[in-house]
T-cell receptor, first 118, second 110 residues
Framework: GAVVSQHPSWVICKSGTSVKIECRSLDFQATTMFWYRQFPKQSLMLMATSNEGSKATYEQGVEKDKFLINHASLTLSTLTVTSAHPEDSSFYIC??????????????FGPGTRLTVL | TQLLEQSPQFLSIQEGENLTVYCNSSSVFSSLQWYRQEPGEGPVLLVT?????EVKKLKRLTFQFGDARKDSSLHITAAQPGDTGLYLC??????????FGSGTKLNVKP
């Protein structure tokens, strides 16, 4: 089946630093990847849609200059949290659309990255 | 603004009981999916429903999509402790944009 990985699985950083999270589709190509954020005991909130070779589309209320997204290839999207603050601490999850690879009309989710900003 | 409302938010039941989780919206979806998520992990797809009025069964789980494609339900028969987790519905817009419901945290006690 389609596998999506994220790296790192967890990260702790100091306030004011930047953190990069990678999302990879391991056995299929994805023109579109999605980034979600999930606070404790809450549901997933879509942050942005990442399109290979073009600018990401951000959801309302998500700061594009703070959450930088790069989708450089058909198997890799990165999310960089710039100048992180404690309120950015969250569980970040990516997903990849498998239809380009002939997959079903669905997304496959990564295992998530736990970010803690001190 | 939550596009999809799930109810109940929390559910704690004894093993062997039945339960139903609801997912409602004022919007029409091209399809709707149900996921289960364990703590510290990404969500895992359970089912996709596409046609209004569609019913799908997955062992003890029964999923129904409303006729107008605005709502859905998940019914679990004879719940087991292994069913414990966070259940999420996700409405699909424009065939590839997903919005998740508020979630239902289920705890099945042995």
């Amino acid at each position: 089946g389609a596998v999506v990985s994220q790296h790192p699985s967890w990260v702790i950083c100091k306030s004011g630093t930047s953190v990069k999270i990678e999302c990879r589709s391991l056995d299929f190509q994805a023109t579109t990847m999605f980034w979600y954020r999930q606070f404790p005991k809450q549901s997933l909130m879509l942050m942005a849609t990442s399109n290979e070779g073009s600018k990401a589309t951000y959801e309302q209320g998500v700061e594009k200059d703070k959450f930088l997204i790069n989708h450089a290839s058909l198997t890799l999207s990165t999310l960089t949290v710039t100048s992180a603050h404690p309120e950015d601490s969250s569980f970040y999850i990516c997903s990849a659309d498998s239809r380009l690879a002939g997959g079903p009309d669905t997304q496959y989710f990564g295992p998530g990255t736990r970010l803690t900003v001190l | 603004t939550q596009l999809l409302e799930q109810s109940p938010q929390f559910l704690s039941i004894q093993e062997g009981e039945n339960l139903t989780v609801y997912c409602n919206s004022s919007s029409v979806f091209s399809s709707l999916q149900w996921y289960r998520q364990e703590p510290g992990e990404g969500p895992v797809l359970l089912v996709t429903v596409v046609t209004g009025g569609e019913v799908k069964k997955l062992k003890r789980l029964t999923f129904q999509f409303g006729d107008a494609r605005k709502d859905s339900s998940l019914h679990i028969t004879a719940a087991q402790p292994g069913d414990t987790g966070l259940y999420l519905c996700a409405g699909v817009y424009n065939f590839n944009k997903f919005y998740f419901g508020s979630g239902t945290k289920l705890n099945v006690k042995p």
